[in-house]
């Protein structure tokens, strides 16, 4: 059973176009995360939701729109991807709050810009 | 927000024990040490944990110093498996981590 899964795997697609990556976690836990990983291999925090409600908002355009339709969902959207967007993204949660708890990763998501 | 510094890279030879170090300086007082990894581009790997006392489980030791400025994560022996980039956080932020090679 996998704890944090995240679909598509890989997605190749156009500039311009608008994309979404789905994410589920069936561990119960309240938080949940979207990380970014670029071509320098930084990981960086994009967004993290409590129980559906956004907590943390890193410097990210707002091309970038999480959606919590409840506490096991949080869907990434993107519009008018650009070539920068290329990128693995990471999808997380942890059991409540963002201190003091481990973050569970699901396997990421590539995305690719042409 | 607590940063962490680490060694870009270090060597290890397979069997040997693999210390790690991470420099927490700025941590406060209830927030934990975290290690993670990351094994090519796969998703980072929970590693361990720990405030103040040192901690031990399957994967590793993690040895936190009494002023709680750095940590040392062991591997006691490592393997070619154990080849990865090596995260030491605080709180939810990454760094750029340790690129661990294991060697023959």
């Known amino acids: 059973d996998t704890a944090v899964s995240q679909t598509p795997k890989y997605l190749v697609t156009q500039m311009g176009n608008d994309k979404s990556i789905k994410c589920e976690q069936n561990?119960?836990?309240?938080?949940m995360y979207w990380y970014k990983q670029d071509s320098k291999k930084f990981l960086k925090i994009m967004f993290s939701?409590?129980?559906?409600?956004?907590?943390i908002n890193e410097t990210v355009p707002n091309r970038f729109s999480p959606k919590s339709p409840d506490k096991a969902h949080l869907n990434l959207h993107i519009n008018s991807l650009e070539l920068g967007d290329s990128a693995v993204y990471f999808c997380?949660?942890?059991?409540?709050?963002?201190?003091?708890?481990?973050?569970?990763f699901g396997e990421g998501s590539w995305l690719t810009v042409v | 927000d607590a940063k962490t510094t680490q060694p870009t890279s270090m060597d290890c030879a397979e069997g040997r024990a693999a210390n790690l170090p991470c420099n927490h300086s700025?941590?406060?007082?209830?927030?934990?040490v975290y290690w993670y990894r990351q094994i090519h581009s796969q998703g980072p790997q929970y590693i361990i944990h720990?405030?103040?006392n040192n901690e031990t489980n399957e994967m590793a030791s993690l040895i936190i110093t009494e002023d709680r400025k750095s940590s040392t994560l062991i591997l006691p022996h490592a393997t070619l498996r154990d080849t990865a980039v090596y995260y030491c956080?605080?709180?939810?932020?990454f760094g750029p981590g340790t690129r661990l090679s294991v060697l023959p």
């Open positions: 561990l119960g836990h309240d938080t």
């Open positions: 939701y409590n129980n559906k409600e956004l907590i």
């Open positions: 956080i605080a709180h939810f932020v």
């Open positions: 720990g405030l103040k």
């Open positions: 997380a949660s942890s059991p409540q709050g963002t201190s003091g708890n481990t973050i569970y």
């Open positions: 700025t941590i406060s007082g209830n927030e934990y």
